[in-house]
């Protein structure tokens, strides 16, 4: 029998002496393009999009070439991926009395949003593919559902064909979270185009980025009314009919609009960087016995920003992880391996509005009562998820070199 390499946290040779560069695809990007654009902005003294001494309008182009991009007929850059989450609920008129269903794993914000605009957050499980279950999503609905929320988390399509049979069989609008996840691909169509809106962020993690930004695509035109004016004091600029509405202000600036232009141009290339990386690193760990890579609903569409998979259960994913680590690998369970609401205040229910809204709200006729263990099945699969991040920058041989030490802990820890 041969002996496996040992392990460098058992005093082995690591497979990587050199760290990884980090994986922020975007920003690992930044070059004379962005440099130059900013320069641009600041001669022009003219850093608000409506008007300036010389206005460049950067933020303007840059929302058309992100509908041209992403295929809605329209988009609207805002300050946050946040934002764009909270503009596009308020654009679809849910809120008091309102349920939405989010997935029980995803960042705390897709959850915040939906509380802030005083809908209650309704939560279902994620599947292997750590998007929303459509199964689970059909029990959770009650006669409050207004809207599902799909997560596409790190790169991967949900299974938006399921869940947007659901939604049309419910009369449910559906809001897309694509904030880790622009540009990617669900049979053919980019995500953030399938359902009613598409929110995006812009912050220093995501695909491409201006530090902090966001955009809400939609194709509806009332939608997209509603969604400019909710951002900007519920003015239109240029538009003399419709009604205003009490606002909130998410406007982008033109430092941020001219930086995301740039950065927007370098998307494709940067998906094609990740996903040969990515492809490889697939390949590389395919049929290794004791591991199930991540369900992809849609191999094509997916960006590469990470790859994932899962071990039998929990404490050998602990110690995968460890071991990793140790042959110079960062690797990750998502979220710490928790679901959302074991955040304390979701949890517990905690906001600042005294009266207690959404879940006290007198229009919520419901009741949303949140406690560990709700959600078994997701519980049951963060713990087991272990995540590599893929950086544009990566080399073919930091493919093999991420393959090796796989194989290497597998050999060592599976057997
Ligand atoms: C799934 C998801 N939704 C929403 C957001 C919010 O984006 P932002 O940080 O730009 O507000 C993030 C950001 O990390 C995210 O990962």
Same mark, same amino acid.
């Given at each position: ?36 654009? =900013? ?5 022009? #003294? ?7 001494? #010389? ?9 058309? !070439? ?5 295929? @809605? ?40 949003? *939906? ?52 939604? $049309? ?6 809001? $897309? ?9 669900? #049979? ?20 491409? @980025? ?5 955009? *809400?695509?939609?194709?509806? $035109? ?18 003399? !009919?419709? !009604? /205003? ?50 369900? =992809? /609903? ?28 140790? !042959? ?5 369970? /998502? ?15 905690? @906001? ?30 963060? #713990? ?10 990566? @080399? ?20």
């Amino acid at each position: 029998m041969i002996m496996p390499e040992k392990l460098a946290i058992e005093g082995g040779k690591p497979v990587r002496e050199k760290p990884l560069a980090g994986s922020w695809p975007g920003a690992m990007m930044i070059g004379e393009e962005e440099k130059r654009a =900013v320069l641009e902005v600041l001669e022009s #003294k003219s850093l608000f999009r409506y008007y300036g001494p #010389k206005p460049l309008y950067k933020v303007a182009e840059f929302e058309k !070439e992100f509908a041209g991009l992403v295929g @809605t007929k329209y988009a609207l850059a805002v300050t946050s991926g946040t934002a764009a989450l909270n503009v596009g609920i308020a654009a679809l008129e849910v809120g008091p009395g309102d349920e939405v269903i989010v997935p029980s794993l995803t960042f705390i914000a897709s959850v915040d949003a *939906v509380a802030c605009q005083r809908a209650v957050p309704v939560f279902a499980e994620v599947d292997h593919s750590l998007g929303l279950d459509p199964e689970d999503v059909e029990r959770k609905i009650t006669e409050r559902t207004r809207a599902i929320m799909p997560v596409h988390l790190r790169g991967v399509p949900c299974k938006m064909d399921e869940l947007m049979e659901i939604a $049309e069989e419910h009369g449910l609008k559906v809001i $897309e979270d694509c904030a880790q996840s622009l540009g990617v691909k669900y #049979k053919g169509k980019r995500v953030g185009s399938i359902g009613d809106v598409g929110a995006f962020s812009l912050q220093l993690n995501k695909l491409i @980025t201006c530090g902090d930004g966001g955009v *809400v695509a939609t194709s509806d $035109e009332e939608t997209y009314d509603r969604a400019v004016r909710y951002h900007d004091h519920g003015f239109f600029r240029g538009k003399e !009919e419709g !009604e /205003p509405f009490i606002g909130q202000v998410y406007r982008m600036n033109e430092l941020s609009g001219a930086v995301a232009l740039e950065q927007l141009r370098k998307l494709d290339r940067i998906i094609g960087l990740m996903r040969r990386v990515y492809d490889r690193v697939v390949e590389g760990i395919k049929g290794i016995d004791g591991i199930t890579l991540r369900e =992809v /609903p849609d191999e094509e569409g997916v960006a590469g920003v990470s790859v994932c998979f899962f071990t039998e259960d929990a404490e050998t994913a602990r110690r995968f992880i460890e071991a990793l680590r140790g !042959e110079g690998i960062p690797a990750s369970l /998502p979220y710490g391996g928790k679901p959302v609401y074991a955040h304390p205040q979701i949890l517990h229910q905690k @906001t600042l509005n005294k009266a207690g809204c959404p879940w006290r709200c007198p229009l919520y006729k419901g009741r949303a009562e949140y406690r560990m263990g709700m959600c078994p099945q997701t519980e049951d699969i963060a #713990k087991r998820a272990i995540f590599i991040n893929i950086s544009p920058l990566y @080399t073919l041989q930091d493919a093999d070199d991420i393959v090796h030490a796989i194989r290497k802990v597998a050999e060592n820890i599976l057997r």
